[in-house]
């Protein structure tokens, strides 16, 4: 098998140019699905990427490219992804006695790829700061894990976690990674909703389960 280097010099690697990276993103999962073998390592993968996908996809790549500081970065994590796939690809059209002697190097290449895919998207100005949203405890429970990712993904992301229950709060607050900040949610008025948004400035605002307030969801499409 290619070493992870080389395979972005591959010829076939020209078929997935001018895919953004939620598409190659997309493209690796349903490779993922469908692998014959290193099944474990190739999901693993492709969930790890699934998320970023979801965060891109809510960021809009169309628009992150407007600002000057962020196509270069961009198109370097596009390259990664596209090796991604490569790497993916590789584990349904070769034999399956040639991977299981490169086993090993797989699993190598796998690392090295979510490293570098990681780093690419560490150099990528997304967002200023997250902002979770869970109406009560049992949804918080489910939030934490994806907080944990963000703040190990990005270290330093500044990440704002609400809830609007005291039995949350009691909780939540001593489980959530150091540095994010906890506090109620706002009441869901626009006077309330257009001052919390404009103290806080959240570029990306997540809301867990059934918790859509109308006022809050016009405040943030119209600050975008």
Not at 125 to 137: D, E, G, K, Q, R
Not at 145 to 166: A, E, K, Q, S, Y
Not at 216 to 221: E, F
Request: glycine share 6%.
């Amino acid at each position: 098998m290619a070493s992870w280097d080389n395979l972005g010099e591959l010829s076939n690697i020209a078929q997935l140019t001018g895919l953004d990276a939620v598409k190659l993103i997309s493209l690796i999962v349903r490779a993922a699905s469908t692998a014959r073998l290193h099944k474990r390592n190739c999901r693993r993968f492709a969930q790890h990427l699934k998320l970023i996908g979801g965060l891109l996809e809510q960021l809009r790549v169309s628009e992150l490219r407007k600002y000057p500081e962020t196509p270069e970065p961009l198109e370097q994590l596009e390259d990664a992804l596209r090796r991604g796939y490569l790497l993916v690809n590789s584990c349904q059209d070769h034999s399956y006695l040639y991977l299981l002697a490169m086993g090993w190097n797989i699993i190598y290449q796998f690392r090295k790829a979510q490293s570098e895919i990681d780093n690419y998207l560490c150099l990528v100005p997304l967002i200023t700061l997250v902002w979770f949203h869970a109406v009560s405890l049992g949804e918080g429970m489910v939030a934490l894990p994806v907080v944990r990712h963000c703040v190990r993904l990005r270290p330093g992301l500044p990440v704002l976690f609400t809830t609007t229950t005291l039995s949350s709060s009691e909780v939540i607050m001593n489980l959530l990674p150091d540095g994010v900040i906890y506090q109620f949610a706002p009441l869901d008025c626009p006077t309330a909703i257009d001052s919390f948004f404009g103290y806080w400035k959240p570029s990306l605002v997540l809301l867990l389960k059934s918790e859509l307030w109308p006022n809050l969801i016009m405040s943030a499409a119209a600050k975008g």
